[in-house]
């Protein structure tokens, strides 16, 4: 925003403009004295505070980087960095559709700094973290991040299931008797929590 003292003055004065159309006062004396009190700071609003927000650090790659570099997530196989970049262009970052390459999707921005080193930290057993930082500047995806790396490097070792999804859909069926959620799902395959938010 350029100008954001003339963006409070205006929306200020659009809406005492809006209270002498829905409540016009006949003598004029009075409606400038209400417009004048109306305008006056602490009286319908405050005065304007303005904070800046400095622009996080961003890291000099994107995340399709990992793909071919392990620097960040030690331990994974290819494919199991090619499957995290593509879920996290699914969705949790603004992802664009590419071809000609190994991954169907790419984040269309680079991670911020913190994001990185949260991943990189995340991702290695008994290395917690704790990123403190402002509005908007990502904290959900510095723990989302290395949750989804965690389950995207077990998932890729996974049988595929004996039936398609939806299967045992149980909320589909009339039977009142208790049926295991993950039937279909091969025994080899570990039940477990993986995260907790």
Same mark, same amino acid.
């Given at each position: 925003?350029?100008?954001?003292?003339?963006?409070?003055?205006?929306?200020?004065?659009?809406?005492?403009?809006?209270?002498?159309?829905?409540?016009?006062?006949?003598?004029?004396?009075?409606?400038?004295?209400?417009?004048?009190?109306?305008?006056?700071?602490?009286?319908?609003?405050?005065?304007?505070?303005?904070?800046?927000?400095?622009?996080?650090?961003? =890291?000099?790659?994107?995340?399709?980087?990992?793909?071919?570099?392990?620097?960040?997530?030690?331990?994974?196989?290819?494919?199991?960095?090619?499957?995290?970049?593509?879920?996290?262009?699914?969705?949790?970052?603004?992802?664009?559709?590419?071809?000609?390459?190994?991954?169907?999707?790419?984040?269309?921005?680079?991670?911020?700094?913190?994001?990185?080193?949260?991943?990189?930290?995340?991702?290695?057993?008994?290395?917690?973290?704790?990123? =403190?930082?402002?509005?908007?500047?990502?904290?959900?995806?510095?723990?989302?991040?290395?949750?989804?790396?965690?389950?995207?490097?077990?998932?890729?070792?996974?049988?595929?299931?004996?039936?398609?999804?939806?299967?045992?859909?149980?909320?589909?069926?009339? =039977?009142?008797?208790?049926?295991?959620?993950?039937?279909?799902?091969?025994?080899?395959?570990?039940?477990?929590?993986?995260?907790?938010?």
């Amino acid at each position: 925003m350029y100008d954001p003292i003339g963006a409070f003055e205006r929306m200020r004065d659009f809406f005492v403009a809006y209270l002498d159309t829905a409540f016009k006062i006949r003598a004029a004396t009075v409606a400038d004295a209400r417009r004048e009190l109306l305008a006056t700071a602490g009286r319908m609003c405050a005065e304007p505070m303005i904070e800046p927000v400095l622009r996080y650090r961003s =890291t000099p790659y994107r995340l399709e980087h990992l793909v071919d570099h392990e620097d960040v997530l030690e331990g994974f196989s290819r494919e199991a960095r090619l499957a995290f970049v593509e879920l996290v262009a699914s969705g949790l970052f603004d992802g664009e559709a590419v071809s000609g390459q190994p991954w169907k999707r790419r984040p269309q921005y680079r991670p911020f700094e913190h994001q990185a080193k949260m991943l990189k930290r995340g991702v290695r057993v008994g290395h917690p973290g704790i990123v =403190t930082s402002g509005t908007g500047s990502g904290k959900t995806e510095s723990f989302l991040l290395p949750i989804f790396a965690q389950i995207t490097r077990e998932a890729v070792n996974w049988p595929k299931p004996s039936a398609p999804l939806g299967a045992e859909d149980w909320w589909r069926s009339e =039977t009142r008797d208790f049926r295991p959620a993950r039937a279909t799902e091969s025994p080899e395959r570990p039940k477990a929590l993986r995260a907790l938010v």
